[in-house]
């Protein structure tokens, strides 16, 4: 693919945008593309709206992203990709404990920056998308294979540590269910779930299950 320039030239009463890398014109238009989705839902993505967001000539997006499906796509992988970044520094640490990896992993889906309102409205507006697009399902598809094994591990890990009988993927079932309900709960009203009650509400279900968890 041919490298894209920074701008396109200008046009007479054309609005002016600064010139910018493209691994940054990449990242705006993502971000841009999940306050879409936040504001509007699936509506509300269209991608003269995007671009006018980002600061970005709507002429350039055909060098970052193959369409609007495309563009959707890679929004929903960019979004799994930082809630996965959340945990993914102190879940490689050698010296964690079961407990405390499970505790972490499970505190990254209520970090601030995801137990958003505006947040969870974009993911809500993706998962509702994925019953009509294949490839988003097939993304959304592989991020909860490999979300829920992760989970059925940590469980595990924390049950074989005193022995307890525990079937780890049934629990891990639960929990992903669980986060999903809450975060729509949140959407729906954030004065009625704050994020401590919503975490409180995670550890009443494992803990019964898996002992202490909780620092």
Known sequence: ????????????????????????????LIEASVAC???????GFIVERICKKAGISKGLISHHFDGKEDLLAQTYEAMTANLDALSADQLSRK?????????VFVESNFDPSVFDRSQLKAWLAVWGETTRNPKLAAIHKERYVLYHARLVRLIGAVAGEDGRQVDPELLATVLVSLIDGLWLEWCLDEHLLPRER???????????????LQA
Not at 3 to 25: F, I, L, N, T
Not at 95 to 103: Q, T, V
């Open 37 to 43: 989705l936040a504001e509007g839902g699936i509506a």
């Open 1 to 28: 693919m041919a490298q894209a320039p920074d701008s396109e030239p200008a046009r007479p009463g054309a609005p002016r945008y600064s010139r910018k890398q493209a691994p940054e014109r990449k990242r705006l």
């Open 95 to 103: 010296d964690i404990a079961p407990r405390e990896a499970l505790r």
């Open 198 to 212: 919503a975490l409180s509400a995670i550890y009443h279900v494992l803990e019964p299950q898996l002992g202490p």
